[in-house]
C-alpha cells in the first residue's frame, strides 16, 4: 500500500510496470538490462476518492493521456528497484501536487499614499526630462 495522505492509500496492484532499455550513456550494458521502468496508472479505474480522480483528471499534465492514464518514465538509476522506487515517488508528488487547494486571490486596490507616491514619481521624472531639451541664449 502506498500512501498519499491519512486517510488515503493506494494499493500497488493498481500500477502497471513495465521494464525498459534506458536511454543515454552506459556503454554496453546499456543495450542488454531493461533498467528502465515505464509505470502507468488508471485514473478512472482506480481505487481513489472521486475528488482525487477529477481533480487529476483536471489537471493540466503532459504525464496524463486524455484517456485518464499518468505514464511515468523513470531512468535515473542503474537498478530497476530504484527507478521503480522513483517512479512510485514521482506519481505520489504528481497526485499530492493536483489535490492541493489554493486559496482563492481576493483582489485588493493600491492604498491613496501608495498612489499618490507613484503620481509624484511620475512628475518628478518629467520635470527632470523637460529639463533635456535644447537649451537657448
Not at 552506459?26 to 538490462?33: A, E, H
Not at 531512468?75 to 528497484?81: G, I, K, S, V
Not at 486596490?109 to 518628478?124: E, F, L
Amino acid at each position: 500500500m502506498i500512501s498519499l495522505s491519512a486517510t488515503v492509500s493506494l494499493d500497488e496492484d493498481e500500477l502497471e510496470f513495465t521494464a525498459i532499455r534506458a536511454q543515454g550513456s552506459g556503454g554496453q550494458n546499456v543495450n542488454k538490462v531493461s533498467s528502465a521502468i515505464h509505470l502507468r496508472f488508471d485514473i478512472r479505474a482506480s481505487s481513489l476518492p472521486e475528488f482525487y480522480k477529477e481533480r487529476l483528471l483536471a489537471w493540466r499534465d503532459a504525464r496524463i493521456t486524455r484517456e485518464g492514464i499518468v505514464v511515468i518514465k523513470a531512468q535515473q538509476f542503474r537498478t530497476q528497484e530504484k527507478n521503480r522506487e522513483d517512479a512510485i515517488a514521482r506519481l505520489v508528488q504528481l497526485i499530492r501536487d493536483a489535490t492541493v487547494v489554493e486559496k482563492p486571490r481576493r483582489p485588493t486596490r493600491p492604498t491613496r499614499a501608495s498612489q499618490k507616491r507613484r503620481v509624484d514619481g511620475k512628475t518628478q521624472r518629467g520635470r527632470i526630462k523637460s529639463l533635456r531639451g535644447r537649451v537657448d541664449l
